[in-house]
């Protein structure tokens, strides 16, 4: 692991001699942490042989690939996210969607709209066999007639064009009953279930329009679902706001509820939102990393691991090369779709008329937009390119950069800042977990 005397070398190595270095670095930690100008100059000599080895410094071949590649799967399409519904049952104050309206009117998808939805994504899949349908709300449920009759027309699908087709649910879980669990077992690959940790916390926004909240309706129902699924296929995906920076306790909730496959994330408001996370917010999200990061590693030794969305990462293979360039894919490969059959590059744009790329029935006809999608890639930010940790975000959230910055070759610079510092907790706990093989 890396402390804090190594970080210092790596970052003055290349612009600094080797005497700069260990003089600047042994007045600054000799007496504080009792360290030898021999020891330093014996880290540096290490430093300078990972560089000789091509393990630090090496030169970035990847950056003229980035276009090609993205051409490589022009037109191809692989994943849709069908907003089955636009209205939800909660009123939850900090949504980006507007309650699930987005900006609109409430409406619901049809079953005709669906199936040609469907249909759009197989004609515009190439030779992909395997395609991805995440249903999306509002609140998904609240169409769950048309949704189940939607899967059972993919499955015609399946065999008579040899696609095979993966079904995502997220849900606020108010309506799950039997039916849901049986259904969602039986066809949903993943269910992401919206559950914000604490009951104070989660009932501060996810509420009815009565105003009271969901915690005791849901919870039980989530654990039912997730005793169904034998505890596989499923995120618990929760919000955390300036409202609850210490988030760690949220996990600490879900894990005591019965729930270990986790997930925690940064809210989407805008600029100066009351739920929006401030610079005070920023150090104790940042100890709240550290110390998930602790605990993931304590709960492995009492052999209770779980896992945290954000720490998924392997030291060895990892995200191939495609998709550590280009990103989500956005706009290009994967794009939403609102009840009426219009495509936006995902689910966080819709309602941005300047990026509604086209509709089902006609395709891509903007195609305008559509290009700055598909060269929106890690090289296309200036930003990133000195970022140690740019080939992990992909250059960023598309929708976070718009919105903070108005363009989607922006920088989100709060979220990109929460991103290294969870890559670096991610790192750690990965490499602890290396050294007990």
């Not at 759009?120 to 949704?147: A, H, I, K, Y």
């Not at 039916?179 to 914000?196: G, K, P, Y």
């Not at 941005?352 to 090289?379: H, M, P, R, W």
């Amino acid at each position: 692991m890396v402390d804090d005397i190594a970080y210092d070398i790596i970052e003055m190595f290349e612009n600094h001699t080797q005497d700069e270095v260990i003089s600047t670095v042994f007045e600054k930690y000799g007496s504080e942490k009792s360290v030898t100008r021999e020891e330093i100059s014996q880290l540096y000599s290490d430093i300078e042989g990972m560089k000789k080895a091509g393990q630090l410094f090496t030169p970035d071949t990847f950056e003229p690939m980035a276009d090609k590649l993205k051409q490589k799967t022009s037109g191809v399409i692989k994943a849709l996210c069908l907003h089955v519904a636009h209205t939800c049952n909660l009123n939850c104050s900090y949504c980006f969607a507007s309650q699930g309206k987005y900006h609109g009117e409430r409406a619901i998808m049809s079953l005709e709209v669906g199936k040609r939805a469907l249909d759009f994504l197989v004609e515009n899949s190439g030779t992909r066999r395997n395609l991805e349908v995440d249903f999306f709300g509002g609140e998904p449920l609240m169409n769950f007639q048309m949704l189940k009759d939607l899967v059972a027309y993919a499955r015609e699908l399946e065999k008579k064009h040899n696609k095979n087709f993966r079904f995502t649910l997220t849900t606020n879980g108010i309506l799950i009953d039997d039916d849901v669990i049986d259904f969602a077992n039986r066809e949903m690959s993943n269910v992401v279930l919206s559950l914000d940790g604490r009951k104070e916390v989660h009932d501060r926004y996810r509420v009815d329009y009565a105003g009271n909240g969901s915690w005791e309706k849901i919870v039980p129902k989530f654990q039912r679902l997730v005793n169904a699924r034998g505890g596989k296929n499923y995120y618990m995906r929760g919000t955390f706001t300036h409202a609850n920076p210490d988030f760690l306790e949220d996990i600490k909730t879900m894990l005591d509820l019965g729930f270990n496959e986790l997930s925690m994330e940064p809210v989407v408001c805008a600029k100066g939102d009351k739920e929006e996370l401030t610079e005070a917010d920023f150090p104790v999200i940042c100890k709240q990393y550290e110390d998930l990061a602790k605990l993931m590693l304590k709960k492995d030794e009492e052999c209770k691991p779980f896992t945290f969305y954000h720490y998924m990462i392997d030291l060895k293979g990892g995200p191939c090369i495609y998709k550590r360039i280009s990103g989500c894919g956005s706009g290009t490969e994967y794009m939403a779709v609102t009840p009426w059959g219009d495509l936006y590059p995902c689910h966080q744009f819709v309602g941005e008329e300047k990026y509604k790329l086209g509709d089902i029935y006609n395709g891509v006809t903007n195609k305008e937009a559509q290009n700055e999608f598909a060269s929106c890639n890690v090289y296309a930010r200036p930003d990133c390119k000195d970022c140690w940790a740019k080939l992990y975000c992909s250059g960023g959230c598309a929708a976070n950069a718009y919105h903070a910055t108005g363009s989607v070759r922006g920088v989100y610079k709060y979220g990109c800042e929460l991103f290294k510092k969870r890559m670096e907790c991610a790192l750690m706990v990965a490499v602890a977990r290396a050294l007990k093989e």
